[in-house]
C-alpha cells in the first residue's frame, strides 16, 4: 500500500518520459536548425557584400589608371599652348571616354562596369590652366531603358 | 495461509511491474536524448562556428572598406593603418609591406604596395589581404592615383 502510494507520488505515469523527452527533442532540433540558417544567411549575405566590394574597387582601379592617361594627356596638352583641341584629340583616342567643351577647359566622361546591374560613373573637369575637379564618381544602375527592371513613375509632367 | 502466500505475491509482482516499465522506459528515453543531444549540439556549434566567421568577415569587410578609402585619398597605407586602427601591432613595415596583427580580431593584415610614376602624377595599387588562423578570410585591391600637383 505505501509503496503504491509512494509510486503514484511521483505522479510520472509510463509514457510520460518519452512524451517530454520527444517534446525536448523536438524543441532542440528547431532552435538548432533555425540558428543555424540564422547563421548561414547572415554569412551568405557578408560574402556577397564583400564580393560586391570587390568588384566595385576593381571598377574604381580602372577608373582611376582612365584619369592618369586624362591627367597625362591634359599635362601635354596645357604645354602644347592649345589646350581644348589637344586634349579632345588626344583624350578621345582613350576607349570609352567622351569629351566635351566645358567652362575654362574640357569634360571628360565615362562609365566603367562594376558587374551586370551596376557601373561607375565618372564626370572629371580638366582646367586649361592644369588640374582637374571631379563632378562626379559614383555607382548607379546600367538598366537601360525599356528593360523590365524600370519601374514606371511619374516623371513630373502633366498630360 | 497457501492462499493469502499467493495473493500477496502477485501484489507484489503487479506493483513491481510499472516500476520496470517506467525505469526500463527513462532508459531508453536517455539513451534516445543523448544521441539526439549530440547530433543537435554538432548543430550549434557549427551554427556558432559560423556565425563567428560571419561577424569575422563583417568586421574585416568595413576595415578593409574603410582603408580603401582612406587609401584613395592619401596613397599612404602607414597613415592609414594608423587612423583606422589604434591598438594594432605592427609586425613589419618596409616600404612595399606593411604587416599588422589586430589582437581584437585575431587577425592578421598584410598590404603590398606598387607604385608606377606616370608624366603627370603617381598611381599606386594597394593589395590587403586578411589572415585569421593560417588561412585567407579576405583580399581586396585597391588604386590611389595622386596628380602631380597633389603629390607635390
Known sequence: ?159 | MSEEVISLKTKHKGSRRPINLFFAEIIIALLFFSISGAVILRVFAAADEKSRRSARLENVIIYAQSLAELYSETGDIEKCAEMVWDKAVVRENTPEHISIYLPDEKTTFDAYEQSEKTAAGELSELKMVFTAEGSEIYTLTCTAYISGEESL
Open chain 1, 1 to 159: 500500500m505505501n509503496k503504491k502510494k509512494g509510486f503514484r507520488g511521483l505522479g510520472l505515469g509510463v509514457g510520460y518520459v518519452s512524451v517530454m523527452m520527444i517534446f525536448a527533442v523536438v524543441c532542440l532540433t528547431l532552435f538548432a536548425v533555425l540558428s543555424f540558417r540564422a547563421a548561414k544567411s547572415n554569412d551568405a549575405f557578408n560574402e556577397r557584400s564583400g564580393d560586391f566590394l570587390k568588384q566595385y574597387y576593381e571598377a574604381d582601379s580602372k577608373a582611376k589608371e582612365i584619369l592618369a592617361q586624362l591627367d597625362e594627356c591634359a599635362n601635354s596638352a596645357v604645354n602644347s599652348g592649345f589646350f581644348a583641341d589637344s586634349f579632345e584629340f588626344s583624350a578621345g583616342e582613350i576607349e570609352g571616354v567622351r569629351v566635351t567643351p566645358a567652362m575654362g577647359g574640357c569634360r571628360a566622361e565615362y562609365n566603367v562596369q562594376i558587374n551586370d546591374t551596376c557601373e561607375l560613373a565618372v564626370r572629371v573637369t580638366f582646367k586649361g590652366s592644369g588640374g582637374y575637379e571631379i563632378g562626379l564618381w559614383q555607382s548607379k544602375s546600367s538598366a537601360v531603358d525599356g528593360d523590365d527592371s524600370h519601374i514606371n513613375v511619374w516623371d513630373g509632367n502633366i498630360p
